[in-house]
């Protein structure tokens, strides 16, 4: 297990935008933590990732903007590594602190001269060995008045879909009901760009890569993956091998992307799609990093070095690969990336489309370990948009927040098994009574309260503790260290967060009944006095002890305890194991200390964000939401001549409360929603004739025979809104502890349905 090599691959953002949070807890934080974790157990870690820069999303802004696609690449190229790096994500440096041989990190671009050269390189083995086949498509092509023309790719035109009949519908697909169509169905196409162009369908011919070919090898290592993936992952896997894998097109007819390196006039004007080779930035970025980074570092292996991190060994050992990305993204990763890596491997070893294809072999490029995808972070209820600007923008965020907070809400909220929610009461609460409560609190009070201590050379704490009296905490904080690492190893980051923050709670405890602020003045010897500074000298070594397992999840705030303990170096430099190590001399930092961080004001945070966001009324906008997070929801706007509330409390009118109509309810069926994976659509008798259907996103708290025949409680008179095609009449009332524990509110004994709650 020691100093293995582990490739942390990281999906390549899009370069189109700013990133947003639900990119960030998708695919961009849980990397970095797991990077971060590798290497403080002393594992040769080497992060890769890149903006991936072709593509006619890219082309079509361009257009719109009337600037070149150069320039909104370069522009969000910039925009998004700054903001990782912002974010704390270790992009920087590229050569690992403890030397070269141990990795290091980088992040590219696909319009990397480098990687178009390496992609075309591969491009022509896979042709060489007949893994393309060429089909002749038909491809909308638009005709200027002067003789000039081109073809149009998909996004590129715009018509009545032949299903729904609805305006706006691209070439391949209409938004509007998701069908699917070949491009000569599309009714009264036009040019988006040109629309008084004239235009007509050309042929045009295309490569294909074989899928097909790869069908059984992958089998075979989607069944042998079975105990590594999470369910998502295989379930996804499952259903596209089921479909039967076809030849995928590998070129089209666009300018902007990696020219093909064929001859020939019906490749002119041609690219590679640009699936085909950003997927490929997993390996040139690895390669680009030994030629420029670890070359030049003296890696012992100079050039070759990055073979360290992607060929199975002589011994048949490979390399650990993770991936990090969203769940739209799975089979991508467990199907098409695997193919072209074993097709890769098939034209190196000499074979062509005759011979079998095998699972990797020594000296091969090897395949990925796992594909810990995430689910998606919702935004008040609904998907993160780009296109929709439904979005809390990473740059944004940064500019008004600590990034640690960011890093925190993400982790203990991480969408890991089932969409979470990110809102801005849930956030500020989190921070406050969770982060700053439990954490920082603990931290802060061990340090003033040594300040407050008479001070010998090494500080105040030394020759305080007694060991004896400490065995049972020690035993305590190795255990929760044991369960941490633990969680981690299994990528499970909330529930290691989760068991970080419970040490830091057992702190406080331990602090609260020890009472050191007894004994600060009164220094009369006595058992009581022994036993409680001991106690607050152990407060230090569990400080220490969280600022090396707080390091993977909050770096910044981690480097500023390891600092304000008086510990030299990098907290991100420490051994893991180190953090249990319990004889280490304490040191101690003159100064005075500065809380960790500073509390939230959600009434300020809520005027910033309507004054950037666009007015909707995210708290009512989703049932599903509705169900979760319903107590955060209180609104006093208006009511100004309120008594002061307690804090944390903000009082409601008695008359609006009135309003709300609660009705008793009888749950008779509950199904999967259509088209949201978080709902349910339950069926209620409401003690109407036809009863009522609501949208409830209970589906990761619940099965559906867990809850048919509840006697539950509804608000009736909630206007009925649609979500995503199903129209919710009403909301369920549920219990929720924002720890993942949902339950429905149910009626104790016998009710008849309809029968108001008051
Ligand atoms: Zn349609």
């Known amino acids: 297990m020691a100093e293995e090599h582990v490739l942390i691959c990281v999906a390549w953002p899009y370069a189109n935008g700013p990133l947003h949070l639900g990119h960030v807890a998708g695919c961009y934080l849980p990397p970095?933590?797991?990077?971060?974790?590798?290497?403080?157990?002393?594992?040769?870690?080497?992060?890769?990732?890149?903006?991936?820069?072709?593509?006619?999303?890219i082309?079509?802004?361009?257009?719109?903007?009337?600037?070149?696609?150069?320039?909104?690449?370069?522009?969000?190229?910039?925009?998004?590594?700054?903001?990782?790096?912002?974010?704390?994500?270790?992009?920087?440096?590229?050569?690992?602190?403890r030397g070269v041989e141990y990795g290091g990190a980088l992040f590219n671009r696909t319009s990397?001269?480098?990687?178009?050269?390496?992609?075309?390189?591969?491009?022509?083995?896979?042709?060489?060995?007949?893994?393309?086949?060429?089909?002749?498509?038909?491809?909308?092509?638009?005709?200027?008045?002067?003789?000039?023309?081109?073809?149009?790719?998909?996004?590129?035109?715009?018509?009545?879909?032949?299903?729904?009949?609805?305006?706006?519908?691209?070439?391949?697909?209409?938004?509007?009901?998701?069908?699917?169509?070949?491009?000569?169905?599309?009714?009264?196409?036009?040019?988006?760009?040109?629309?008084?162009?004239?235009?007509?369908?050309?042929?045009?011919?295309?490569?294909?890569?074989?899928?097909?070919?790869?069908?059984?090898?992958?089998?075979?290592?989607a069944s042998s993956q079975q105990s590594n993936w999470k369910s998502n992952v295989r379930a996804m896997t499952k259903q596209w091998l089921d479909m039967g894998l076809r030849p995928r097109a590998v070129t089209r007819d666009l300018s902007w992307g990696i020219p093909l390196p064929l001859n020939g006039d019906e490749w002119e004007g041609k690219c590679v799609y640009v699936w085909f080779e950003a997927v490929q930035g997993y390996s040139t970025c690895a390669q680009i990093w030994a030629e420029s980074v670890a070359d030049a570092a003296g890696h012992p292996d100079g050039t070759e070095a990055w073979k360290n991190w992607w060929n199975v060994s002589k011994d048949g050992t490979s390399p650990r690969h993770l991936y990090f990305l969203g769940k739209d993204n799975i089979p991508f990763h467990t199907v098409i990336w695997p193919s072209l890596i074993m097709g890769l491997n098939h034209a190196r070893n000499g074979k062509t489309a005759d011979d079998k294809v095998e699972l990797p072999r020594p000296g091969d490029l090897a395949l990925e370990t796992n594909v810990p995808a995430m689910e998606y972070l919702m935004l008040a209820g609904g998907q993160f948009s780009k296109s929709?600007?439904?979005?809390?923008?990473?740059?944004?965020?940064?500019?008004?927040?600590?990034?640690?907070?960011?890093?925190?809400?993400?982790?203990?909220?991480?969408?890991?098994?089932?969409?979470?929610?990110?809102?801005?009461?849930?956030?500020?609460?989190?921070?406050?009574?969770?982060?700053?409560?439990?954490?920082?609190?603990?931290?802060?009070?061990?340090?003033?309260?040594?300040?407050?201590?008479?001070?010998?050379?090494?500080?105040?704490?030394?020759?305080?503790?007694?060991?004896?009296?400490?065995?049972?905490?020690?035993?305590?904080?190795?255990?929760?260290?044991?369960?941490?690492?633990?969680?981690?190893?299994?990528?499970?980051?909330?529930?290691?967060l989760r068991t970080v923050m419970n040490a830091s709670?057992?702190?406080?405890?331990?602090?609260?009944?020890?009472?050191?602020?007894?004994?600060?003045?009164?220094?009369?010897?006595?058992?009581?006095?022994?036993?409680?500074?001991?106690?607050?000298?152990?407060?230090?070594?569990?400080?220490?002890?969280?600022?090396?397992?707080?390091?993977?999840?909050m770096p910044f705030s981690a480097q500023r305890l390891w600092s304000s303990l008086g510990l030299e170096g990098e907290v991100s430099a420490?051994?893991?194991?180190?953090?249990?190590?319990?004889?280490?001399q304490m040191t101690w930092?003159?100064?005075?200390?500065?809380?960790?961080?500073?509390?939230?004001?959600?009434?300020?945070i809520l005027a910033s964000e309507q004054a950037l966001a666009e007015p909707t009324d995210v708290a009512a906008d989703d049932p599903g939401h509705g169900v979760k997070g319903g107590k955060k929801k209180q609104n006093n706007k208006g009511d100004t001549n309120m008594p002061e509330a307690p804090e944390g409390t903000t009082y409601l009118e008695f008359d609006t409360f009135m309003k709300v109509d609660l009705r008793v309810g009888k749950i008779t069926s509950v199904e999967d929603h259509p088209n949201a994976d978080r709902l349910y659509v339950v069926t209620i008798d409401d003690g109407s004739d036809k009863g009522r259907?609501?949208?409830?996103?209970?589906?990761?708290?619940?099965?559906?025979?867990?809850?048919?025949?509840?006697?539950v409680v509804f608000v009736a008179n909630l206007k009925p809104r649609p979500l995503r095609g199903v129209v919710s009449e009403g909301m369920m009332l549920a219990a929720d502890d924002g720890n993942d524990n949902v339950r429905l509110i149910t009626i104790d004994g016998d009710m008849t349905t309809g029968a108001q709650v008051r």
């Open 32 to 57: 970095d933590i797991q990077a971060r974790f590798e290497r403080a157990l002393g594992n040769r870690v080497l992060m890769v990732s890149g903006s991936d820069e072709h593509g006619t999303p």
């Open 59 to 97: 082309t079509v802004s361009a257009e719109q903007n009337n600037i070149t696609p150069q320039e909104v690449v370069d522009t969000y190229h910039a925009l998004n590594s700054k903001a990782l790096l912002d974010l704390g994500c270790s992009w920087q440096p590229q050569v690992d602190v």
């Open 112 to 221: 990397d001269p480098r990687h178009k050269k390496l992609v075309q390189e591969n491009f022509l083995s896979l042709h060489e060995a007949g893994l393309f086949e060429t089909k002749t498509m038909k491809q909308y092509y638009e005709q200027n008045a002067d003789g000039t023309g081109r073809f149009l790719p998909d996004r590129y035109v715009e018509g009545t879909c032949p299903a729904c009949g609805a305006d706006g519908a691209r070439g391949d697909q209409c938004d509007a009901c998701g069908a699917t169509y070949e491009a000569e169905e599309l009714q009264n196409p036009v040019s988006k760009m040109n629309p008084g162009a004239q235009i007509e369908i050309r042929d045009t011919d295309h490569l294909f890569y074989r899928l097909d070919l790869f069908q059984e090898a992958l089998e075979q290592h």
């Open 388 to 496: 929709r600007k439904h979005a809390v923008w990473l740059p944004s965020f940064l500019e008004r927040f600590d990034p640690d907070t960011l890093r925190y809400y993400l982790s203990i909220n991480m969408p890991e098994n089932h969409d979470t929610d990110f809102n801005w009461p849930d956030f500020v609460e989190k921070i406050n009574s969770e982060l700053i409560a439990a954490y920082g609190n603990f931290v802060h009070r061990v340090l003033t309260l040594g300040h407050r201590l008479p001070s010998g050379e090494s500080g105040p704490l030394v020759g305080v503790e007694s060991k004896e009296r400490t065995k049972a905490h020690r035993d305590k904080l190795t255990e929760l260290h044991q369960s941490i690492t633990t969680s981690l190893q299994r990528h499970r980051y909330k529930e290691a």
């Open 505 to 553: 709670q057992y702190g406080n405890q331990m602090l609260q009944a020890a009472t050191p602020w007894k004994y600060l003045k009164d220094d009369t010897p006595s058992e009581e006095r022994t036993q409680s500074l001991s106690d607050l000298a152990f407060g230090w070594r569990i400080a220490r002890f969280l600022a090396i397992t707080t390091q993977p999840f």
């Open 574 to 584: 420490q051994s893991w194991h180190s953090a249990i190590e319990w004889d280490l």
């Open 589 to 604: 930092n003159e100064s005075a200390p500065t809380p960790l961080f500073k509390r939230l004001e959600l009434e300020e």
């Open 693 to 711: 259907t609501i949208c409830a996103g209970l589906k990761a708290f619940y099965d559906p025979e867990q809850m048919i025949g509840k006697s």
